[in-house]
């Protein structure tokens, strides 16, 4: 069986939750202790040097580190992700874009504020929090012409976008000034088999 | 025949360079005048979102942005991705690590650095700088057991991850920590059909 090494307060964990409970894929949850080492052990770090979750553990006992990267694995075949070469393209670049302007700004953002590691460093915490405005500008664009990422279908390009975006208030961005990324929110989250998350972070994480 | 919307400038760019080169491939370049406006254009928008370069434009006409999308749709079927589920999942969650691990980190501090945005964002430098650090702890966890990110093989992984990373010092981060990634990057630059790059920022970009 597949077994998913996560964290629940984890939306990049999230993510990968979302699509196995949207292809009805059964596995293992393996929770990683994170705010206490429990990813930076040798064992774990060997499995994905980045000392990151989340990491899928195939059948085989391979491990695959990348939250995006898992959900290309575990869609291909699946209406969520188009044997098109070109469709492809188009649906790994929203991808690459979501872990280039999304993930390491609205998501940072939230969890220094979330976590209280924004204290001291409020000019980058702003800086965080302005790229991440423009990142919902990117998507507002695009979402004003478009219902979902790729070509009118509901994809893993829009499950990835989705797990970051759709928090970013928790960060200190408001989505008031875009409209059409929540439609696309409600959008989302009207699909089948949709469920909610990521969890609350655990109030001991806290520094 | 394939068209390039590029900047001689961009490392990201370069990635798709040189890659065409080693994979032999014809294409048009259109240099985008990206310091004077060129990629925030009503037509350049309508064909990437994001008013980023590079972007690939097909035969068909259809446009597709994002470096590291346009590695893996130029790489299918080549040496340069492999066939196998597991190990594609592995090239791309490297190539997702790099977007958001490197190129927001060391890539932005580079470019900061060499156009003179770095001024009055010290705070917000120093984190970049300190992020680009770790990014390069992981890669040299993984080059100290490894000679390339996968499987042994050169592949659109390490073209990825080569565009920023050889750039550290630009972006204010020292190389001479990482003997490992050091080491890496000759095997790099010692790959059939190499090409050096990205090209020196103009100096008016500087503001």
């Given at each position: 069986m597949l077994r998913l090494h996560d964290v629940a307060a984890s939306s990049n964990g999230y993510k990968v939750r979302l699509l196995l409970a949207q292809l009805r894929r059964p596995y293992e949850l393996v929770e990683v202790d994170?705010?206490?080492?429990?990813?930076?052990?040798?064992?774990?770090?060997?499995?994905?040097?980045?000392?990151?979750?989340?990491?899928?553990?195939?059948?085989?006992?391979?491990?695959?580190?990348?939250?995006?990267?898992?959900?290309?694995?575990?869609?291909?075949?699946?209406?969520?992700?188009?044997?098109?070469?070109?469709?492809?393209?188009?649906t790994l670049g929203w991808m690459f874009f979501e872990q280039n302007a999304v993930e390491p700004k609205l998501g940072s953002a939230r969890y220094w504020k979330l976590s209280g590691r924004d204290r001291g460093r409020e000019q980058a915490l702003a800086y965080l929090q302005e790229a991440g405005r423009s990142a919902l500008e990117v998507m507002e664009r695009h979402l004003s012409r478009y219902s979902f990422f790729v070509e009118e279908h509901y994809s893993i390009a829009d499950i990835a976008l989705y797990a970051y975006s759709h928090l970013a208030p928790e960060a200190g961005v408001s989505l008031e000034p875009y409209p059409a990324v929540r439609a696309w929110i409600s959008r989302v989250q009207a699909q089948p088999d949709f469920i909610p998350g990521p969890a609350p972070y655990p109030a001991w994480a806290r520094v």
């Amino acid at each position: 069986m597949l077994r998913l090494h996560d964290v629940a307060a984890s939306s990049n964990g999230y993510k990968v939750r979302l699509l196995l409970a949207q292809l009805r894929r059964p596995y293992e949850l393996v929770e990683v202790d994170i705010f206490r080492g429990g990813s930076r052990t040798p064992a774990f770090l060997e499995g994905n040097p980045s000392g990151q979750v989340p990491v899928l553990q195939l059948e085989s006992g391979q491990w695959l580190p990348e939250s995006n990267a898992i959900l290309a694995y575990l869609a291909e075949g699946t209406v969520l992700l188009s044997q098109d070469a070109a469709l492809r393209a188009r649906t790994l670049g929203w991808m690459f874009f979501e872990q280039n302007a999304v993930e390491p700004k609205l998501g940072s953002a939230r969890y220094w504020k979330l976590s209280g590691r924004d204290r001291g460093r409020e000019q980058a915490l702003a800086y965080l929090q302005e790229a991440g405005r423009s990142a919902l500008e990117v998507m507002e664009r695009h979402l004003s012409r478009y219902s979902f990422f790729v070509e009118e279908h509901y994809s893993i390009a829009d499950i990835a976008l989705y797990a970051y975006s759709h928090l970013a208030p928790e960060a200190g961005v408001s989505l008031e000034p875009y409209p059409a990324v929540r439609a696309w929110i409600s959008r989302v989250q009207a699909q089948p088999d949709f469920i909610p998350g990521p969890a609350p972070y655990p109030a001991w994480a806290r520094v």
